[in-house]
């Protein structure tokens, strides 16, 4: 190689470190999709499927999230929707579907949040390798009604697998960070 064309792709290389160095990495990305105030509510069927030990983990869950330093809030209301059953198969512990308006495709109007009935699960903070913790499964799921995606960093709370861990009962700096982006600071 020719001195010239070293020096043109040290000046890239360092350029290179320059612009991405600088850029703050993050685990959450802002897609412009939100609820339309700051606050939602969450709950569980009236006719009891959920075990009665799991209301306080899904509580504490959403606690953590309004500890969080934004604005938002979760607030607890009963529904009629069965959140926990049998049909989501396998080893998938949870799922969320989020509704938006017809109107503005960007603004969140619900939330449905189900459990799978066909795992152990466990509410001590202390789950076997082979059950999933409900306040930490919880957790990772109100980080989605807040439009954060998974992640693949294990340590993080938005990340997409947690059998036998409590380790997203707790958020990281960049799950504080994105809801406070999306929702603005207390």
Same mark, same amino acid.
């Given at each position: 190689?020719?001195?010239?064309? @070293?020096? $043109? ?26 609820? $339309? /105030? ?9 006719? /009891? ?12 869950? $959403? ?5 969080? /330093? ?12 069965? @959140? ?7 080893? @998938?512990? $949870? ?47 109100? /980080? ?43």
């Amino acid at each position: 190689m020719k001195k010239r064309e @070293i020096s $043109a792709l040290l000046a890239a290389l360092l350029l290179f470190l320059v612009v991405f160095a600088s850029t703050p990495a993050s685990a959450y990305v802002d897609v412009g999709i939100r609820w $339309a /105030g700051t606050s939602t509510v969450y709950g569980w069927d009236w006719w /009891g499927s959920i075990p009665s030990d799991w209301k306080p983990a899904i509580r504490e869950a $959403a606690a953590t999230w309004n500890a969080a /330093g934004s604005k938002f809030r979760f607030n607890e209301y009963y529904w009629t929707g069965n @959140i926990y059953n049998d049909q989501l198969g396998g080893d @998938i512990q $949870a799922s969320t579907m989020r509704y938006w308006s017809v109107n503005d495709p960007n603004t969140l109007t619900g939330v449905d949040t189900t459990f799978n009935s066909n795992l152990e699960w466990s509410t001590t903070g202390n789950p076997a390798p082979w059950q999933s913790d409900v306040q930490d499964v919880a957790t990772h799921e109100f /980080g989605h009604w807040l439009v954060l995606g998974d992640i693949e960093e294990w340590t993080y709370t938005m990340y997409g697998e947690g059998l036998g861990t409590i380790g997203r009962r707790t958020l990281e700096q960049d799950d504080k960070d994105g809801i406070i982006h999306i929702y603005g600071a207390q």
